[in-house]
C-alpha cells in the first residue's frame, strides 16, 4: 500500500506483476487449463475416497464391539444376528452362515457340512472384503499417473518457452518467464495431486487388512460354532477380576503350634 501511495504521489502507476498464477495459465490457454481441471478433479476424487472410506471402515470396527460383547451372549445364532446392525458386514456373515447351513440338507450329492459352511462364510467374507477395496485402486492411479500429467504441462510450458525464444531472438525474462512459471506450477500441482492420494492408499489398505483379520477370526469362531451344534463357543467379552501378573497367589497361613518351652512342638492330645 505504501508503494502505491509513493506512486501516486510521483504521478506515475504502480508496477503490476504479469507473472502470477492466473497470468500463467491464461498464457498457456486450453491445454494448460484443462490439465489444471484433470487434477483438481482427480484430487477432489482422492479426498472423497479417503473420507467416506474412513467412515465406512471405523463404522465397521465400531459394530465389532458388539459382536463381542453382545452376539456371541445370546442363546442361539438367530438371537445374536437380531442383536446386530442390518447391512452390516458381521450381520451379514451370520445371516450367510444360517442361510448355508439351512441349504446344506437340500443337496442330493453327499457333502461334508464344515467344507459348505466354509465355501459359504469364505465367499461371504470375501465380497465384504471385495467392497471395502472399492475406490482403492483410483488412489493408486491416481498416486501413479498424477505426476506425469503435470509432466506434460511441464514439458508444453517448456516447449512454450522456447518457441518464444526462437521467436524473440533473445532469451529475455519477459519471453520465458510467463512459459516458464507456468510449466512449474504444472509440476508442483501434479506433486500435490499424487502425494496424499499415495498417503490416503496406503493407510486404508492397512486398516482393510485389519479388518479382514478381524472378519476371518469371527468367520472361523462361526464355523466351530455351527459344526459342533453349538459345542464350541467363544469366551464373551466379560470383565472379571483377576489376579495381577507377576504377583503369586497367597494363601491362609496355617495355624501355629504352640511350641513348649524346649522349642519343640506339643504332640496333639489324644
Given at each position: 500500500m505504501l508503494i502505491d501511495i509513493l506512486a501516486a504521489a510521483g504521478g506515475e502507476a504502480a508496477p503490476q506483476n504479469q507473472f502470477g498464477f492466473l497470468e500463467a495459465m491464461e498464457q498457456g490457454g486450453v491445454i494448460a487449463w484443462t490439465i489444471f481441471g484433470i487434477l483438481v478433479i482427480m484430487s477432489v476424487g482422492s479426498f472423497y475416497i479417503l473420507i467416506t472410506k474412513l467412515f465406512e471402515q471405523n463404522k465397521i470396527m465400531n459394530q465389532y464391539k458388539a459382536v463381542r460383547t453382545q452376539f456371541w451372549r445370546a442363546a442361539t445364532l438367530s438371537e445374536g444376528a437380531a442383536k446386530l446392525?442390518?447391512?452390516?458386514?458381521?450381520?451379514?456373515?451370520?445371516?450367510?452362515?444360517?442361510?448355508?447351513?439351512?441349504?446344506?440338507?437340500?443337496?442330493?450329492?453327499?457333502?461334508?457340512?464344515?467344507?459348505?459352511?466354509?465355501?459359504?462364510?469364505?465367499?461371504?467374507?470375501?465380497?465384504?472384503?471385495?467392497?471395502?477395496?472399492?475406490?482403492?485402486?483410483?488412489?493408486?492411479?491416481?498416486?501413479?499417473?498424477?505426476?506425469?500429467?503435470?509432466?506434460?504441462?511441464?514439458?508444453?510450458?517448456?516447449?512454450?518457452?522456447?518457441?518464444n525464444i526462437g521467436l524473440a531472438g533473445s532469451a529475455s525474462i519477459d519471453k520465458v518467464a510467463g512459459p516458464v512459471g507456468e510449466a512449474l506450477?504444472?509440476?508442483?500441482?501434479?506433486?500435490?495431486?499424487?502425494?496424499?492420494?499415495?498417503?490416503?492408499?496406503?493407510?486404508?489398505?492397512?486398516?482393510?487388512r485389519r479388518i479382514a483379520e478381524l472378519l476371518s477370526g469371527f468367520s472361523t469362531d462361526l464355523l466351530a460354532y455351527m459344526t459342533s451344534g453349538g459345542a464350541i463357543k467363544p469366551q464373551a467379552a466379560t470383565k472379571t477380576a483377576t489376579p495381577q501378573s507377576g504377583k503369586p497367589a497367597t494363601t491362609a497361613p496355617a495355624a501355629a503350634k504352640p511350641v513348649t518351652a524346649t522349642g519343640s512342638a506339643t504332640p496333639p492330645r489324644a
Open positions: 446392525e442390518k447391512n452390516s458386514a458381521w450381520r451379514q456373515l451370520v445371516d450367510d452362515g444360517l442361510a448355508a447351513e439351512a441349504e446344506h440338507n437340500k443337496l442330493t450329492d453327499h457333502l461334508e457340512a464344515h467344507d459348505w459352511l466354509h465355501g459359504s462364510l469364505a465367499r461371504s467374507e470375501a465380497s465384504i472384503n471385495a467392497k471395502l477395496a472399492g475406490g482403492l485402486p483410483f488412489l493408486a492411479s491416481v498416486g501413479a499417473t498424477a505426476p506425469f500429467i503435470g509432466l506434460l504441462g511441464t514439458v508444453i510450458g517448456i516447449y512454450r518457452a522456447l518457441i506450477i504444472m509440476t508442483a500441482i501434479g506433486l500435490l495431486v499424487a502425494v496424499p492420494a499415495v498417503l490416503a492408499y496406503n493407510w486404508l489398505q492397512s486398516r482393510n
